[in-house]
């Protein structure tokens, strides 16, 4: 909701045609009511860009990080890509990274939402990088690797949504799930 204080920027005089006259009460209320009208149109929708799925190209990826670990392999679920596309596509209408959503989802009511039982991990990111560059990123973060690396984790949905008003900027969302 937007407000507006006038204490420092007073609202421009309305006149009925004479100078120096009051304006009309009339008057006084179309402006307020225009005011009123900008005011609840303060919600802007951000032009979001397309955006994929893309689990099947990260798998050899993340394979080959998880074997550094002794780990097994990642499977793509479509589930968890789904998860994943949905949060890339609120951050990039948003522009800017969370891992809740404006509707007060928190990432468990957003998994739960999806269908998706047990124990499971989000990493988040945006910009202007490709799907290499994202997991060196990922993997040069504490938090972030020892998502990748979590033995408890066999699947993945892996998705990202580009920003509407720059193409190269793109937000990514890894989901991990048993």
């Known amino acids: 909701m937007t407000s507006i204080d006038t204490a420092n920027h007073p609202l421009p005089q309305i ?3 004479k100078m120096g006259s009051k304006p009309s009460r009339r008057m006084l209320l179309i402006g307020l009511a225009a005011v009123a009208g900008l005011a609840a149109c303060s919600t802007v929708t951000v032009p979001t860009g397309e955006g994929a799925g893309v689990s099947s190209s990260a798998t050899a990826t993340l394979a080959g990080i998880r074997a550094s670990a002794g780990l097994p392999a990642l499977v793509p679920d479509a589930q968890l890509e789904q998860a994943a596309l949905q949060q890339a596509g609120y951050m990039a209408s948003r522009e800017r990274m969370s891992h809740t959503t404006g509707w007060g989802k928190d990432f468990a009511s957003r998994m739960k939402d999806n269908g998706v039982r047990g124990a499971a991990a989000e990493n988040i990111a945006e910009g202007r990088f490709d799907q290499q560059k994202l997991f060196d990123i990922w ?26 008003r720059d193409g190269a900027i793109r937000y990514w969302s890894l989901v991990l799930g048993r």
Not at 144 to 162: E, I, K, Q, T, W
């Open 15 to 17: 006149h009925s045609g």
């Open 139 to 164: 993997m040069h973060s504490a938090g972030h690797r020892r998502n990748m690396l979590d033995p408890d984790f066999s699947r993945f949905g892996l998705a990202y949504v580009r920003d509407g």
